[in-house]
């Protein structure tokens, strides 16, 4: 949408044409992009600043989207053939075998009102735009966390996977992980009386102070009178 405007602006001689915020946009999803998708180069990414951009640029940008687009939706499609291979199998009543089981499953383990949440359809807006980022609102469930540090365990909620130690891991197991290695610690803790060890760690430090400042007093009195 972006070079899309500023083709047209330039064709109507529009005055309004990008800002600085618009390019910044557009240079940190293509950046976030080719990290993501490594198949797909962008060889303009240092031009997407207002004193190099031009229609050059614009037309190159275009193509580039494009060509995501359509790799994307091709993906897309491969998918949905999957999902409904899968849907068919399960429905085949045609040998006897799988007679009324999609439906028994559907009654057993589908919720609508559980999937509308996990797919966050009642966000008004798909993407919004924050700090020259997109966000994704919808579908947080099919959506993995963006890389970003090798002690950095955050992630959006209902995440499918969470990084350990700059590893992608499935959710499930990187709770019971996390959940495993905080019950470890607090044994260990228990074990060597470690907590009470901490909070009796102000009493020692007031007690040794006590000892050590009669000392220091004493040796400040003497160098005074030896001075003296």
Do not use: C
Request: hydrophobic share 40%.
């Amino acid at each position: 949408k972006i070079p899309d405007s500023y083709k047209y602006n330039m064709k109507t001689q529009n005055k309004n044409l990008l800002t600085k915020d618009d390019l910044l946009l557009l240079r940190n999803e293509i950046v976030a992009e080719m990290a993501a998708n490594k198949k797909f180069k962008f060889n303009y990414i240092d031009k997407l600043t207002l004193d190099k951009f031009n229609m050059e640029i614009a037309d190159s940008t275009i193509s580039y989207l494009t060509q995501l687009q359509e790799n994307y939706s091709k993906r897309f499609k491969s998918a949905f053939e999957k999902h409904d291979q899968i849907i068919a199998l399960l429905q085949d009543t045609i040998s006897g075998k799988n007679e009324m089981k999609y439906e028994e499953l559907l009654d057993k383990y589908h919720n609508s009102y559980l999937q509308d949440f996990a797919k966050n359809r009642f966000a008004p807006l798909p993407l919004v735009r924050i700090n020259n980022h997109y966000i994704q609102k919808t579908d947080p469930i099919f959506l993995d966390p963006k890389y970003s540090g090798l002690f950095n365990y955050r992630a959006h909620f209902l995440a499918p996977k969470k990084y350990l130690f700059g590893q992608l891991v499935e959710t499930f197991w990187a709770n019971i992980i996390i959940i495993w290695f905080f019950t470890v610690m607090l044994y260990i803790l228990l074990y060597f009386d470690g907590l009470k060890k901490f909070l009796d760690l102000p009493d020692r430090i007031k007690f040794l102070i006590s000892k050590i400042s009669p000392k220091l007093k004493l040796k400040l009195s003497f160098s005074k009178s030896s001075k003296k």
